[in-house]
């Protein structure tokens, strides 16, 4: 999936711009840290939406 792949550098890159305590870095860990979960999700789950959104 090339746009999650290139959500996750854009994260990465921001998170180094960062300070550790910012709000928005905690917002990023998060994603980061349900990453594989977030792309299970995009990979099985929205494309069943897209489907049954067209019926």
């Given at each position: 999936m090339p746009?999650?792949?290139s959500l996750?550098?854009?994260i990465?890159?921001?998170r180094k711009t960062l300070s550790n305590h910012?709000?928005?870095v905690k917002a990023f860990n998060y994603i980061l840290n349900h990453w594989n979960a977030l792309n299970e999700?995009?990979?099985v789950v929205l494309p069943i939406?897209?489907?049954c959104a067209f019926q």
């Open positions: 746009r999650m792949k996750y550098d854009w990465k890159l921001q910012a709000e928005m999700f995009c990979r939406i897209r489907i």
